[in-house]
């Protein structure tokens, strides 16, 4: 089984900013298709952003300019740098990792933007 772990959640003020990590564990037969996703209460899940296990990154039309994915392949580990965060950023961020089996998925962690 594949483990996902998040952290780095927590309350920021509008303009803020955090940094979240996504550490992956077990039996992992690729990390090539990392990514991020939120969920806003009443929305559906979208993708935030996703990176390979080469440093390709794309992001959702809202977040670009203001965040960064990025990964250590030797920790199995990928963060996302959040700035400049609008109370619209707020939702509970996953962390994904595709399998050629299928997709395994963090617990969440919750992100809130308010002042």
């Known amino acids: 089984q594949v483990q996902l772990v998040e952290s780095g959640g927590g309350l920021v003020q509008p303009g803020g900013s955090l940094r979240l990590s996504c550490a992956a564990s077990?039996?992992?037969?690729?990390?090539?298709?990392m990514g991020w996703y939120r969920q806003a209460p009443g929305k559906q899940r979208e993708l935030v952003a996703r990176?390979?296990?080469?440093?390709?990154?794309n992001y959702a039309d809202s977040v670009k300019g203001r965040f960064t994915v990025s990964r250590d392949n030797a920790k199995n580990t990928m963060y996302l740098q959040m700035n400049s965060l609008k109370p619209e950023d707020t939702a509970v961020y996953y962390c994904?990792?595709?399998?050629?089996?299928?997709?395994?998925w963090g617990q969440g962690t919750q992100v809130t933007v308010s002042s």
């Open positions: 994904n990792l595709g399998q050629l089996w299928g997709d395994y």
């Open positions: 077990g039996r992992i037969f690729s990390t090539n298709a």
């Open positions: 990176i390979t296990s080469g440093g390709s990154a």
